[in-house]
């Protein structure tokens, strides 16, 4: 398993640095809390899941190959985004006191993974840059799937307590807000950045 190492260390900078999904993280873990955030993350990893697979098995190049496909999953990706930072950024402060029902889902989890330029790019560049197990297509995109599956994980655990905690400390209904808005304007920002590069 030559590379093990550097792929690794790949998938921590590429998964764990900020962009749609982690910003989403933990701007739902600063508006909702993390516990009401869990179902949220577990969409965007099983989400992630389907996109590794798709990537690993040629789908994703073969799909955006198709005339016209990569405007309208752009624009449909961006839409999807800008909808959910509205939805964080006009999120009541202080989640502990108010209905939980405008929570990002499961669901909206693993919509937001099939929407995330970073992350279609960020597998595209670990699977196409590392071989794991040579001589085996299946078994190599096995493993690396479950590597980058628990790197995600990881990373996406710490983004939603690191917003939670953000309103642990901010208190102040004024200050929830501005981190709600803030971490709303990142997820747009750091979209445009990844369809803009």
Same mark, same amino acid.
Do not use: C, H
């Given at each position: 398993?030559?590379?093990?190492?550097?792929? $690794?260390? *790949? =998938?921590? !900078?590429?998964?764990?640095?900020?962009? %749609?999904?982690?910003?989403?993280? +933990? @701007? /739902?873990? #600063? &508006?909702?809390?993390?516990?009401?955030?869990?179902?949220?993350?577990?969409?965007?990893?099983?989400?992630?899941?389907?996109?590794?697979?798709? $990537?690993? *098995? =040629?789908? !994703?190049?073969?799909?955006?190959?198709? %005339?016209?496909?990569?405007?309208? +999953? @752009? /624009?449909? #990706? &961006?839409?999807?985004?800008?909808?959910?930072?509205?939805?964080?950024?006009?999120?009541?402060?202080?989640?502990?006191?108010?209905?939980?029902?405008?929570?990002?889902?499961?669901?909206?989890?693993?919509?937001?993974?099939?929407?995330?330029?970073?992350?279609? @790019?960020?597998?595209? &560049?670990?699977?196409?840059?590392?071989?794991?197990?040579?001589?085996?297509?299946?078994?190599?995109?096995?493993?690396?799937?479950?590597?980058?599956?628990?790197?995600?994980?990881?990373?996406?655990?710490?983004?939603?307590?690191?917003?939670?905690?953000?309103?642990?400390?901010?208190?102040?209904?004024?200050?929830?807000?501005?981190?709600?808005?803030?971490?709303?304007?990142?997820?747009?920002?750091?979209?445009?950045?990844?369809?803009?590069?």
């Amino acid at each position: 398993m030559e590379g093990l190492l550097g792929f $690794v260390l *790949a =998938g921590f !900078a590429l998964i764990g640095s900020p962009g %749609p999904a982690t910003l989403s993280l +933990a @701007a /739902t873990g #600063a &508006a909702f809390g993390a516990r009401n955030g869990l179902p949220f993350m577990a969409g965007i990893v099983s989400g992630m899941v389907v996109v590794m697979v798709a $990537v690993a *098995a =040629g789908l !994703a190049a073969l799909i955006l190959a198709l %005339p016209g496909a990569t405007p309208i +999953a @752009a /624009t449909l #990706a &961006a839409a999807y985004i800008v909808y959910l930072a509205y939805r964080i950024a006009t999120a009541p402060p202080l989640a502990e006191s108010r209905d939980q029902q405008n929570r990002p889902s499961f669901m909206g989890g693993v919509l937001l993974a099939f929407a995330n330029p970073k992350g279609w @790019a960020a597998m595209t &560049a670990l699977f196409s840059g590392f071989v794991l197990i040579e001589g085996s297509l299946v078994w190599n995109a096995a493993i690396m799937v479950m590597i980058l599956a628990t790197i995600m994980t990881i990373t996406d655990v710490s983004w939603l307590f690191v917003g939670a905690m953000l309103t642990r400390v901010f208190r102040e209904p004024r200050l929830n807000r501005l981190i709600n808005v803030s971490f709303a304007v990142l997820l747009v920002a750091s979209v445009a950045l990844t369809l803009l590069v």
